[in-house]
């Protein structure tokens, strides 16, 4: 069948809530409104407000009250609208959800699953548009997924809601109405499995959510300029697929790691600093970071493209390996 990414996410939340009457999904207008990007729509209709219920506009509420839903035997899935508003519960996400399974002993479960839309939306300014996957991963304890398509939001929401650890969910914003054909069968993408989206020999190109697309497009023109590219979509970034990126530059000798994150203490310093501690032999030069500019992301469209890498900045960042 082919879906939007975003009816994708809303499928995986009514076939889990089908699957488990423990699941409940709770956040700002995501009951009878659907969500402000229409993901939740239609699971009111279904399961009504004893499964699906809007939240008052406090992201510290909405985190609190589910790390306590998850401790007593619930399975809540909630929306926190942007990611930006992930840091007015940052205690609540850093410290309760990453470090409370661990503090109270193997008995202790935290089954609870945190979406919220992420990235660059043309123009909806600094405090809208930020990725903030690389705040969480300093943070113990929590699984951090990122996925760049129709498949595998589906198939990793799925997953996360079945974990029985804390997971923060990240959707771009550019991503909700992109078009695929995915199975009709009940499907998962496993946590913690990289996906290699486009095989190369001359460079591995690494690819945070949109930017995998941006990756791709790279990957296209350098082909036409005799490079060949590999691309590999981490798609989660805790726990991290480091055998897949070990394979690749292996084979490949050169990297590249894409995302739309600042470029300072981005995802990128981390794994461009694991893979020059575990494989500087295998490398012909140094890992390259693309990554947006350390500014506050304008409201100006013109400047936020500018911001913002683009499949010329990747092309151009890959050709001075060579």
């Known amino acids: 069948m082919r879906v939007t990414y975003a009816q994708a996410l809303g499928d995986a939340m009514k076939e889990e ?59 809540p899935c909630v929306e926190l609208m942007y990611a930006d508003f992930m840091l ?32 660059y939306s043309f123009g909806a300014g600094p ?7 690389s705040l969480f991963m300093h943070a113990p304890g929590l699984t951090i997924i990122s996925p760049s398509s129709v498949y595998d939001a589906k198939g990793l929401l799925k997953s996360a809601i079945r974990s029985d650890n804390p997971v923060l969910f990240f959707e771009h914003k550019q991503l909700y109405k992109v078009r695929a054909d995915i199975p009709n069968e009940e499907y998962t ?12 020999t001359d460079v591995t190109i690494i690819a945070v959510s949109l930017m995998v697309t941006r990756a791709l497009e790279a990957a296209e023109n350098l082909g036409k300029q ?14 991290f697929d480091w055998e897949t990126v070990r394979r690749s530059v292996r084979k ?17 310093a981390e794994l461009a600093a694991v893979i020059q501690e575990e ?44």
């Open 17 to 75: 809530m089908r699957r488990d009457d423990k699941i409940i999904i709770y956040g700002e207008d995501v009951a009878q409104h659907g969500g402000i990007f229409g993901v939740t729509r239609g699971i009111y209709d279904e399961f009504g407000p004893g499964r699906i219920r809007n939240a008052p506009i406090s992201e510290t509420a909405i985190v609190g009250s589910a790390v306590g839903a998850a401790m007593t035997g619930l399975r």
């Open 252 to 268: 490949t000798h050169r990297v590249v790691i894409v995302e739309e994150s600042n470029l300072r203490n981005g995802i990128g």
């Open 189 to 200: 993408v496993p946590i913690g499995e990289a996906k290699v989206v486009r095989e190369g």
């Open 127 to 133: 405090e809208h548009s930020n990725c903030f996957e």
């Open 279 to 322: 494989l500087f032999d295998e490398l012909d030069g140094p890992v390259k970071r693309v990554a947006a500019l350390d500014v506050p992301l304008p409201y100006n469209l013109t400047l936020e493209a500018y911001a913002i890498p683009s499949t010329e900045t990747v092309v151009n960042a890959v050709k001075t390996l060579f």
């Open 88 to 119: 007015v519960a940052f205690n609540e996400l850093f410290h309760c959800c990453g470090k409370w399974r661990y503090i109270h002993g193997p008995e202790y479960k935290l089954p609870l699953v945190v979406r919220c839309a992420m990235g």
């Open 226 to 239: 005799g490079i060949s590219a590999e691309v590999i979509d981490p798609r989660t970034l805790v726990p």
